[in-house]
């Protein structure tokens, strides 16, 4: 019931633009995003509530496809303080007040 | 405002024995949550609570106990501590269940030699 997060792993150079993606095999009530520099705690980006919609701040947006179940988030124009790990973190349509159930993250290095 | 606090940041433990790892929260959250996170991996639930009384199992609770007598403080008990507890332990808290965000603890690095 985990969330299957896609890549594991990405290196970037500045400026490029990179991609991750969260699925699920049940329906989905929301999905969180979370980076986690090495050593700290996560650090919450966003949130998508079931309704196909796109979040996003600064160069960090999300989208969420309802139908799919999925959530992608991109990542525009990275900077090296991008680097780290990002966890999507699912709430299941179905389960009521089960907390987030995390996926295995993505591991994100960007180099200059 | 203090938000999520967890104490000790480090701490080795020889296998057998047991401690306890302290959260406390200051903003008034109904919901509190232990996380365990390996290296490599993703964040799995130990325990949760809905409320100061509740507590309820997560995916992963055996060798663990917790307690919530107030509001603030939720602790984590380690009895017995085995090698397969080494890891880091955060601790979380939010408003409500639903489409909240959770404010994460600074964690607990343990090891258990």
């Known amino acids: 019931q985990q969330p299957v997060q896609s890549p594991q792993a990405v290196i970037l150079r500045e400026g490029e633009d990179a991609v991750i993606n969260c699925s699920s095999s049940?329906?989905?009530?929301?999905v969180h995003w979370y980076r986690q520099k090495h050593g700290e705690a996560p650090i919450f980006l966003m949130i998508?509530?079931?309704?196909?919609e796109q979040k996003g701040h600064d160069k960090i947006s999300a989208s969420f496809n309802e139908k799919k179940q999925q959530s992608s988030l991109y990542l525009t124009a990275s900077q090296l303080s991008y680097s780290g790990t990002y966890f999507c973190g699912t709430e299941y349509l179905a389960s009521g007040n089960t907390p987030l159930v995390f996926g295995k993250g993505t591991r994100l290095s960007v180099i200059a | 405002n203090a938000g999520v606090t967890q104490t000790p940041k480090f701490r080795i433990l020889k296998i057998g024995q047991s401690m306890t790892l302290q959260c406390a929260q200051d903003m008034n959250h109904n919901y509190m949550y232990w996380y365990r996170q390996d290296p490599g991996m993703g964040l799995k639930l130990i325990y949760y609570s809905v409320g100061a009384g509740i507590t309820d199992k997560g995916e992963v609770p055996n060798g663990y106990n917790v307690s919530r007598s107030t509001t603030e403080d939720f602790p984590l008990r380690l009895e017995l501590a085995a090698p397969s507890q080494t890891s880091v332990y955060f601790c979380?808290?939010?408003?409500?269940?639903?489409?909240?965000?959770?404010?994460f603890g600074s964690g607990t690095q343990l090891s258990v030699l």
């Open positions: 998508l509530l079931k309704g196909g």
């Open positions: 049940k329906a989905l009530y929301s």
């Open positions: 979380a808290s939010n408003l409500r269940s639903r489409g909240e965000k959770l404010f």
